[in-house]
């Protein structure tokens, strides 16, 4: 559990609890892989959860929004079809009129694209 001052300065920092979960879960996983700390911590035997706030707090992570992560994958994605290592069609951008997707949506979804699959493995003469 963390320090009820620090929690409250990190909610303060990162705009609300869910946001500040799904921080600290992501650079945790992204330490655990291996990633560098950012910080440098005085205390040889604090565990990866302070290390994480420490960083939360001196504003060295952060989490980006949609758009930016979309942003990102596209130029990534980008990026590595020009160095000719891919080449695959960038994804579709998100259309913004569209409104939630339901399951029933997403079952004719589903059979949209088999049919289409299909089609494309077995072609009609």
């Known amino acids: 559990m963390l320090d009820i001052d620090l929690e409250e300065a990190l909610i303060k920092k990162v705009g609300g609890k869910f946001a500040l979960t799904t921080l600290i879960q992501r650079r945790m996983v992204e330490l655990n892989r291996g990633a560098p700390p950012m910080v440098r911590m005085e205390n040889s035997d604090s565990n990866l959860r302070l290390l994480v706030c ?72």
């Open 54 to 125: 420490q960083e939360i707090l001196e504003g060295k992570i952060s989490l980006e929004s949609r758009e930016e992560a979309i942003h990102a994958e596209v130029v990534e994605k980008e990026r590595i079809e020009a160095a000719g290592q891919v080449s695959a069609p960038p994804p579709a951008p998100p259309k913004e009129d569209e409104g939630e997707v339901y399951g029933s949506d997403i079952k004719k979804i589903k059979e949209q694209r088999i049919k289409e699959l299909a089609q494309l493995l077995n072609p009609k003469k």
